[in-house]
């Protein structure tokens, strides 16, 4: 089936430390994202990316790190400067970026300690 | 069925109803929308979207209705089901970012 994994669907780290979060596609979707969710919120922009070897600050990318080495893969990786990063993290994938509708995968709880 | 007028974070409508949900955007520069649905735990779903150069589209039970007079969005779902309860995004594209709004939590009633 083609779709978008994240993994794990729950992580646990301590304070301090570096978390990578993985999201892979099998659309052959150009563009791909990262958002975060607190509860009972909506849904803001961490990265994008429209291309391989590409990627574009969102709203809140500070603390944040993103790589676009391949065309597939679009991982997160949530540093120490991060003062919040208990959140839930939606990957999204589209085939184009524009005029097109994101496709989801099913998140990324974190929690840190 | 149940209509608000202005964007509320919560919707109580009785099975068999139709749900009116809606949405104020912000940028006048936004040319394409999008309506989500999100069950607990899991990823966004698509629903429908639409393109600035429409006013209104339909799909299977919804509607998206667009006026960008008053930068204003609206979902309506006929007949509501059981398993139409969840929250509602609405998001708005301007060139590559898509911007969510804050939601609205539909409850069905049996």
């Known amino acids: 089936d083609g779709g978008i994994t994240q993994s794990p669907k729950y992580l646990f780290r301590k304070e301090g430390q570096n978390v990578t979060l993985s999201c892979e596609q099998n659309l052959n979707h150009d563009a791909m994202y990262w958002y975060r969710q607190d509860p009972g919120q909506g849904l803001r922009l961490i990265y994008y990316?429209?291309?391989?070897?590409?990627?574009q600050k969102g709203d809140i990318a500070e603390g944040y790190s993103v790589s676009r080495e391949k065309k597939e893969s679009f991982p997160l990786t949530v540093t120490s400067a991060q003062k919040n990063p208990t959140a839930f993290y939606l990957c999204?994938?589209?085939?184009?970026?524009?005029?097109?509708?994101?496709?989801f995968g099913n998140g990324t709880r974190l929690t840190v300690t | 069925g149940e209509s608000v007028g202005l964007h509320l974070p919560t919707l109580s409508v009785q099975e068999g109803d139709n749900s009116i949900i809606n949405c104020a955007y912000s940028?006048?520069?936004?040319?394409?929308f999008i309506w989500y649905k999100q069950e607990s735990g899991k990823g966004p779903q698509f629903i429908i979207d639409?393109?600035?150069?429409?006013d209104k589209r339909q799909g299977q039970r919804v509607t998206v209705l667009l006026n960008k007079t008053v930068k204003h969005l609206s979902l309506q779902i006929a007949a509501t089901q059981p398993g139409d309860s969840a929250v509602y995004f609405c998001?708005?594209?301007?060139?590559?970012?898509?911007?969510f709004g804050a939601g609205t939590t539909v409850t069905v009633r049996a």
């Open positions: 999204a994938s589209s085939p184009t970026g524009v005029n097109s509708p994101l496709h």
């Open positions: 998001a708005e594209q301007v060139d590559y970012k898509l911007s």
């Open positions: 940028n006048s520069a936004s040319d394409y």
């Open positions: 990316s429209q291309i391989v070897n590409d990627f």
């Open positions: 639409i393109r600035s150069n429409m």
